[in-house]
């Protein structure tokens, strides 16, 4: 059965977090193994099932008005997602802390498991489904291997210090597992640098105006799919 997106690691350096944040203990699983690096883009965490779209809360799909284009992209890739599988997004509508310049579409892939064998796929599945369905991925920013903690560090700080894809800046960085995992293994296999002082939680901006995200212009000028 579906499942919420596990809660993610901060890497031991990331300057961000709360006190409520859970910190990897051990890099080892991310070294001399082939990882992705991707920005960690400023939104909502969203699940694609055949069955229905969810947000943080499994219980039903979303009510804020903001998600009601979610409903109408589920409504369009629904049949075309296979039963038993779980898609991850980070939906980026409405504006929470970061004010992106050019998004490629709303619903930013990052993720997709098998939840009969609670595995996630390797990182080229991701991308296969991801074209299927005619959504974006969150953006790559490395691909390959790194054999020190040391390295791994300074590549995660310098990137995530890079403004953001979209315009604007970055709210950090997520390295995982360019293979495909297991859910018991899913805090060794996947973690985070965040910039400090990054507002994650949706209070903050649930409660105000929905101000929408710019998104790039498409073919013609015309807004992306």
């Not at 799909?61 to 991850?88: C, M, N, Q, W, Y």
């Not at 970061?98 to 939840?115: H, K, M, N, Q, T």
Request: glycine letters at 10%.
């Amino acid at each position: 059965m579906s499942a919420k997106y596990p809660r993610s690691f901060h890497l031991p350096w990331s300057p961000g977090g709360t006190s409520d944040d859970k910190r990897m203990a051990d890099v080892s699983g991310l070294l001399g193994v082939e990882i992705v690096i991707t920005e960690k883009c400023d939104g909502s965490n969203l699940t694609y099932t055949r069955k229905s779209v969810f947000s943080r809360s499994h219980s039903g799909p979303p009510s804020h008005p903001s998600f009601d284009l979610a409903k109408a992209t589920h409504a369009r890739i629904a049949h075309l997602l296979s039963e038993g599988t779980s898609v991850f997004c980070e939906y980026c509508y409405a504006v929470h802390s970061i004010e992106y310049e050019a998004l490629p579409g709303y619903s930013l892939v990052f993720g997709v498991r098998d939840d009969a064998q609670g595995l996630f796929w390797e990182w080229d599945m991701v991308v296969a489904q991801a074209n299927d369905l005619g959504l974006p991925t969150v953006p790559v920013l490395f691909r390959g291997r790194v054999e020190e903690e040391g390295e791994l560090e300074a590549l995660t700080s310098a990137l995530a210090r890079e403004p953001s894809a979209f315009g604007g800046p970055r709210e950090g960085v997520v390295v995982r597992v360019a293979g495909e995992f297991p859910d018991a293994a899913f805090q060794r296999c996947l973690a985070k640098w965040v910039r400090r002082g990054h507002v994650q939680t949706d209070e903050h901006w649930m409660h105000q105006e929905i101000r929408p995200q710019r998104l790039a212009a498409g073919p013609a000028g015309g807004p992306p799919p």
